[in-house]
C-alpha cells in the first residue's frame, strides 16, 4: 500500500483542537518519538530534548502553562514538550521549530491530528513565564529551554484543508522581493 505524498499530507494538515479520547496505539506512539530522534539539526549538534506526556492529568496541568491558547491539551491522548539547549547550537529555536512540524506531519500520516502551543517568550501569569512553569512541572533543567507542546490524538473535527484559491501567493516573490 502506497502512502500520501508530503505535498498530500501538508495539504490536508490542519491545526486540531478537539480530539477523542481513543489512546494511540503504542506502535503510532513508537513512530513518533522516532520521527523526533531523526528530525535534522544544524551541523549535526542535536541540541533537541523530548518530553512525551501520556498522563492525562500532567497533560491536563500543561494546558494551563499560559492563559490562552493551550486549552486543546485537555483532550489531547498525548502532549510532546518540545526543548532544546542553547548551550550545544544557536540556532536551537530552528532545530526544535523542525522537529515540531515534522511531528505533526508523521502525526497526520499516521491518522491523528495535532495542534502547536507555542511555550517560548509567552507568560503563565504576571510573575511567572510559561516556560517556568513547564519545566517546574516537569523537572526540566534551567538550561533547558522550552520552545512549544504539540498536542496529538485522534480527531474529534473535521477540518477542510485550505483551498488552493485561498493561498497567499503574493507572499511569493521571484528573483527579488
Known amino acids: 500500500m502506497k502512502g500520501e505524498s508530503m505535498i498530500e499530507l501538508i ?26 530522534l531523526r528530525s535534522p539539526t544544524s551541523r ?19 494546558s494551563k502553562a499560559k492563559p490562552h491558547g493551550l486549552g486543546f491539551l485537555e ?7 518540545i526543548c532544546g539547549d542553547e548551550t550545544k547550537s544557536d540556532v536551537w529555536i530552528e532545530d526544535c521549530s523542525i522537529a515540531s512540524i515534522m511531528l505533526q506531519l508523521t ?26 512553569f513547564v519545566q517546574e512541572l516537569l523537572s526540566i533543567p534551567e538550561h533547558i529551554h522550552v520552545e512549544s507542546i504539540i498536542g496529538i490524538g485522534y480527531p474529534a473535527e473535521n477540518r477542510n484543508p485550505v483551498l488552493e484559491s485561498e493561498l497567499l501567493t503574493d507572499k511569493i516573490h521571484y528573483n527579488r522581493f
Open 107 to 132: 502525526a497526520q500520516s499516521l491518522g491523528l491530528g495535532s495542534c502547536w502551543g507555542q511555550i517560548r517568550l509567552r507568560q503563565y501569569d504576571e510573575s511567572k513565564s510559561s516556560e517556568h
Open 11 to 36: 495539504r490536508k494538515r490542519r491545526s486540531i483542537r478537539k480530539f477523542t479520547e481513543q489512546k494511540i496505539e503504542e506502535g503510532k506512539v513508537a513512530l513518533l518519538k522516532e520521527t523526533l
Open 44 to 62: 549535526n549538534l542535536y541540541p533537541w530534548e523530548f518530553v512525551v506526556v501520556d498522563d492525562r492529568e500532567t497533560i491536563r496541568a500543561l
Open 75 to 81: 483532550e489531547a491522548a498525548l502532549a510532546v514538550v
